[in-house]
């Protein structure tokens, strides 16, 4: 029975409560740090940047100024920033460099930040981040404010109101497109957000938003007789994936577990649909997922345009960007001669010093500033256009996707990558704007990270987790890991190695099952795993209002319309057939086959890696498990529990195994720069790293959440957790513990009390007996 408008008004309303929620809980974990903390331990969490001094203010699009930030040498003895969490698209404020052991004082603008009384601030969004440079796109309208920057200054990041807005918005939209006899914006906290001081406009009312809501069930496909595979390669699942999504007239989902080609079966169903003359819009739950497809399309030269700045800085992909396309273009020039102007102004009026335009002259030349910038826009917002309407595919986040620079453009396909990465909210950003829909994602790995569940969890239970889910609420070591997509579609740059991003909880809500879902008790679990029979579930589909914003669209996709919905890749291209045994038989329903290039490859088959019996302990095994169980290698917990950071757990006799392996590893051959070390406590990842960073810096040492979507030769994944309570906190969590175990290509080395870990779930404990069977099992003590 298709859905009621009751049951969709419930629908939109309960993602509009969770979306204020999450927006509530990500505000007050914000203040609660920025007042409580002194910049010093801001510095410290990664949440400042402190002793800054501004290079140069330039011209962005849309008349934006792009302040550019850097640590002078007179201040720092290293040009290069410590570890910190800013990643492009974070809100931030440049503030004046106050005392370092002064407390921020309170005192705000907005909700969630705090402002050092009577300084000189200006906030904005990171459009851009290095090791050593970070440029912030401050908004400017004509009537704002003169931009003053500070001489010396600090950068706060704040709580990100901007995604939860157009969530809001977005959602009001869909309801005003579906039911517009409904008095739009039913939000909590209507004042407080900009989602309501502009009326949302209504969307047109496709088939595609009807059976994602339920309105009515999904259209027959539309056979193609002759399908000409581009890509010789595909294996039989990912041409019938390819078939499947083309054939779909609303939606298809494809369910790519780990390494079975998702990326490289959706540049395929791309190629065909340009080939078809479609135009697409190809977006990412994060940045990283966006430069993945990019960086595999660019050499098929198929005219594309990112929106938004790479999270990654190859060169290959600066050139696909909005900004460098527009700055090419031939109607750009018209645009320049502006920008040139506005930006010797504005060069002029940031003059400090003796140089500094003071009175009249100062204001007078601020107002030129404003005419400029209001003729600037002008000017390029047509070449924006421009250049937009040459490109077949334009790529970008789900939240840039509903930037101001596709407003009103409409897409005769959307192809969502890592969505069961994204909230459902912000995948629905750019649903709006096209006829049909193809998600790909895998529900069994990591889901997008929600604070308000962890905040949940942290006050109902002892092994809840961190404020804002990071198990010790701070930055990461250099290189330790390439950073979590917070999944909310705020832009992240997942690779940065020398950045260090905010960690969802390692102890994370869900307990022992992958997600407890509002469907009558059906873990998402059920119908992620079933074969691939093409057949719709027989159940009459309902429209089911999440329980929690952990439910994507994907899974809520899934449960609706059952597995013919979609098609599962079943050929992995990475593990060694014994590495992927377990996760293939316990999450895939041992669908899961390993490609015969990987099946039995080995550390002993790279190049460079010795062939010696005397190192075949660690080259000539696929998994080896240390068993540390009797050994009394009991974990630690590191700091002092308090409101904002509960501390996080070590354990040093494990961090002394990983690293006699480590360097086991090294001496047969390996690279460290081929080995990852995960651990799902930063207190083990800080440890670790003192233990092994200096003399090996290519080592990547990190949490599970910055390895989704990355590979290595060999990992060595330590659990931490060894107590007589068998507690096992993080453990708990299949999707984590399934992307930490299917990271290695040729080695995976576990190091844990099976003791302890096998009394976490029935999970855990098959796991324990799957190593203790399968694997090359040592005991710790007697090694
Ligand atoms: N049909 C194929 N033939 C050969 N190699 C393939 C094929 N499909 C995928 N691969 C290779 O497998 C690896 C994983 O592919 P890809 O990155 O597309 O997978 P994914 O599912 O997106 O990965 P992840 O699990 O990291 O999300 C890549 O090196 C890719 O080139």
């Known amino acids: 029975m298709p859905a009621s408008d009751e049951q969709i ?14 927006q509530d809980a990500e505000v007050e974990q914000t203040s609660l740090l920025l ?9 410290l969490k990664g949440l400042a940047l402190g002793g800054l001094g501004v290079v140069g203010v330039n011209v962005g699009l849309g008349g934006k100024s792009l302040v550019e930030l850097e ?18 698209g974070d809100l931030a404020r440049i503030e004046e460099n106050i005392s370092n052991s002064t407390k921020a004082t309170k005192g705000s603008s907005k909700k969630g930040t705090t402002t050092p009384a009577a300084s000189k601030c200006a906030e904005g969004v990171v459009y851009k ?5 970070v440029v912030i796109a401050v908004a400017t309208n004509a009537d704002s404010e003169e931009l003053d920057i500070p001489e010396r200054c600090r950068l706060v990041k704040l709580a990100n109101t901007v995604t939860y807005d157009r969530m809001q918005r977005t959602i009001d939209t869909l309801e005003k497109t579906v039911l517009p006899t409904t008095v739009s914006s039913t939000q909590p906290d209507a004042a407080s957000t900009a989602a309501t001081t502009r009326p949302a406009p209504a969307a047109v009312l496709t088939p595609l938003i009807q059976v994602l809501l339920c309105m009515s069930k999904p259209s027959s496909p539309i056979p193609l007789n002759k399908l000409q595979f581009l890509d010789a390669s595909l294996n039989e699942s990912q041409k019938e994936a390819v078939r499947f999504a083309l054939e779909a007239p609303e939606v298809a989902l494809i369910h ?9 079966t959706l540049v395929e169903i791309i190629r ?24 595999r399309l660019v050499p098929h030269g198929i005219p594309l345009t990112r929106i938004g700045h790479p999270a990654r800085v190859l060169s290959s992909l600066l050139g696909a960007t909005l900004d460098a396309q527009a700055a090419r273009s031939d109607q750009s020039a018209l645009a320049k001669d502006v920008k040139v102007e506005l930006e010797s102004a504005m060069t002029a009026l940031a003059g400090k010093g003796k140089g500094r335009l003071k009175g009249p002259e100062r204001r007078k030349m601020w107002d030129e500033v404003k005419e400029l910038r209001k003729e600037y826009r002008k000017r390029e917002g047509s070449v924006v256009k421009g250049v937009l309407s040459q490109a077949k595919i334009v790529l970008a986040t789900c939240h840039s996707a509903g930037g101001r620079q596709l407003f009103n453009t409409q897409f005769d396909v959307i192809i ?14 750019p649903i709006l704007k096209a006829k049909k829909l193809i998600l790909a994602g895998d529900p069994l790995q990591l889901p997008p990270t929600i604070i308000s569940m962890n905040q949940k969890s942290k006050k109902s239970g002892p092994d809840a987790a961190k404020v804002k889910g990071k198990p010790d609420g701070g930055a990461t070591q250099k290189n330790v890991e ?39 008790g059906k873990p998402v679990q059920n119908s992620s795993v079933k074969k691939n029979t093409g057949k719709k579930s027989l159940a009459e589909p309902k429209l089911v209002p999440p329980s929690t914003l952990e439910t994507t669209l994907f899974d809520r996709l899934e449960q609706m319309y059952g597995p013919g919905i979609k098609r599962m890749l079943t050929v992995q291209y990475r593990m060694h057939e014994q590495i992927a045994s377990f996760p293939s038989k316990k999450l895939y329903s041992s669908s899961l086959e390993s490609h015969a290039s990987v099946a039995s490859h080995l550390l002993r088959d790279l190049p460079g890696v010795s062939s010696d019996p005397e190192h075949a302990d660690v080259t000539e095994h696929p998994v080896v498990f240390f068993d540390t169980s009797g050994c009394e290698y009991f974990e630690r917990l590191e700091g002092e529990a308090n409101r904002s950071d509960e501390g996080s757990r070590c354990n040093e006799n494990e961090a002394m195994v990983v690293k006699m392996w480590t360097e086991k590893l090294v001496g047969a051959g390996v690279l460290p720069s081929q080995i990852a070390i995960i651990t799902p406590y930063q207190a083990q990842v800080t440890l670790i790293a003192s233990l092994l960073r200096a003399s090996m810096p290519e080592l990547e040492i990190g949490t599970v959440d910055g390895m989704q979507g990355r590979e290595k030769e060999a990992v060595i994944l330590s659990l931490v957790r060894s107590n007589d309570q068998r507690e096992v906190g993080f453990l708990k969590e299949k999707r984590r513990l399934n992307v930490a175990m299917t990271r290695p290509r040729r080695h995976l080395c576990i190091i844990g009390d099976s003791e302890t870990v096998s009394q976490g779930s029935t999970y855990l404990k098959e796991w324990m007996e799957w190593l203790e069977e399968n694997a090359d099992v040592r005991y710790a003590g007697m090694d």
């Open 71 to 88: 640590r002078p040498s007179a201040y720092h003895s290293s040009i290069f920033f410590p570890p910190h969490t800013f990643r492009p």
């Open 256 to 264: 790519g577990p780990p390494g079975t080609g998702k990326t490289h």
């Open 9 to 22: 008004r419930g629908f939109l309303s309960r993602q509009r409560s969770l979306i204020q929620g999450e």
């Open 129 to 133: 981040i290095t090791d050593s440079r």
């Open 272 to 295: 065909q649909l340009i080939a078809q003359d479609k135009r697409l819009l190809v977006c990412g739950a994060s940045n990283l997922a966006v430069d993945n497809l990019l960086e």
């Open 35 to 43: 007042s409580s903390c002194s910049p010093k331990l801001l510095e």
């Open 482 to 520: 390439k950073s979590s997509s917070r999944s909310t579609g705020k832009d992240s740059s997942k690779d940065s190695k020398t950045i260090s991003p905010p960690m969802p909880a390692a102890d994370h809500v869900g307990a022992d099952d992958l997600q407890a879902e509002d469907t009558g």
């Open 416 to 429: 969502i990558d890592e969505a069961t990465q994204a909230m459902e909210a912000v995948c629905w950003v």
